[in-house]
């Protein structure tokens, strides 16, 4: 999810979509406990109509560098193992 945000901010569905096969109480769970931890901010626009936002802060930007690492490591380690 913290990948997806990186292109920018997105809405609730919009995560819902990109996220394949997550359920709108698994991504609202995800979603608050990211906000917890610091990584990502809700911004609530009041409109009309009210729209949700949600986007990485500083720290959740600072963290994709890792992830990228991560991720480029499993593809070169794991997907030979399935």
Do not use: K
Not at 26 to 43: I, P
């Amino acid at each position: 999810m913290l990948g997806t945000l990186s292109g920018g901010p997105a809405g609730f569905r919009a995560l819902g979509r990109a996220v394949e096969g997550i359920s709108d109480s698994v991504l609202s769970d995800r979603l608050s406990a990211l906000c917890d931890a610091g990584l990502v901010s809700r911004n609530v626009d009041a409109g009309p109509p009210i729209s949700v936002a949600y986007e990485l802060t500083d720290a959740g930007r600072a963290l994709l560098p890792a992830l990228e690492q991560i991720t480029r490591w499993s593809e070169e380690h794991l997907s030979s193992a399935a």
